[in-house]
């Protein structure tokens, strides 16, 4: 069996790589910055280490046969990038809808980055590029609350994905054949309105949730207050508008690979009940 390496061990994704690993019997290496604070299933090992220090990586990467990577959301450091891919051998990348172009949003470029440098290194890669995540629909659990979200495009049509479907599809693609050099986009089964999303969540929750659109001059003045970075809104505000009138692109690639459907957005909502109801 493979031994892994998984960076972002304990986020959204990673902890599920974590698993699928472990319970299909691979050997799997958790990177933590604090391995006694680190809940792990049974048998991954926890290993200190953080992608922003690259001098923390050496033990970590020591034997493995594959590493999943993903990238935080700190500044791209070629050598950690470079350093990883050639001592891993193997790398599934979990990336986002990009092109192979030089140029991109200001939401995706970085992944292009590293993708680039990736391929560079002569290691074996894959390219998971996922579509947005459900779990992004967390940020409207105070809105949900109240019964009402307030946010621009609420007819935009998303196929946001599971991250469990995200992280069945790394695992699947670093212990079996023939993924070398693939670029996989994943999405979730089906397109659903943003609207629709968050009735979902009340649908499941018992409680109504109505959408109310917020002014997209609005929304920029917000979002832009809560994530500092307008070049970043004004990318998501151009691709929630697009989606209004050309839906968000549905693959069948999760099955493809995995021999089943992907999970819809209400499976999600039902994993992710709790999160939205009162403290």
Known sequence: MSRILVTGATGNVGR???????????????????????????????????????????????????????????????????????????????????????????????????????????????????????????????????????LPYGKAARSVIHERDIADVAAHVLTTPGHDGAKYLITGPESITQEELARTVGEVIGREVRWEDLPPEVAREQLTAAWGNPAFVEARLRAWESFTHTPERVTGTVEELLGRPARTFRTWAHDHATDFLPA
């Open 16 to 150: 599920h790589v974590v698993s699928s690993l472990a319970e299909t019997g691979h050997e799997v290496r958790a990177l933590v910055r604090d391995p006694a604070r680190a809940v792990l299933p049974e048998g991954a090992e926890p290993v200190r280490g953080d992608l922003a220090d690259f001098d923390s990586l050496g033990p970590a990467l020591h034997g493995v046969d594959g590493v999943y990577l993903m990238w935080p959301g700190i500044p791209v450091d070629p050598r950690v990038v470079t350093t990883v891919a050639e001592r891993a051998g193997q790398v599934a990348y979990l990336s986002a809808d990009v092109t192979d172009l030089e140029d991109g949003e200001p939401a995706t470029i970085y992944h292009q980055e590293i993708e680039r440098l990736i391929r560079a290194s002569g290691t074996r890669w894959t390219f998971v590029r996922a579509i947005d995540f459900a779990t992004n629909t967390l940020a409207w659990a105070d809105q949900i609350r109240q019964g009402v979200v307030r």
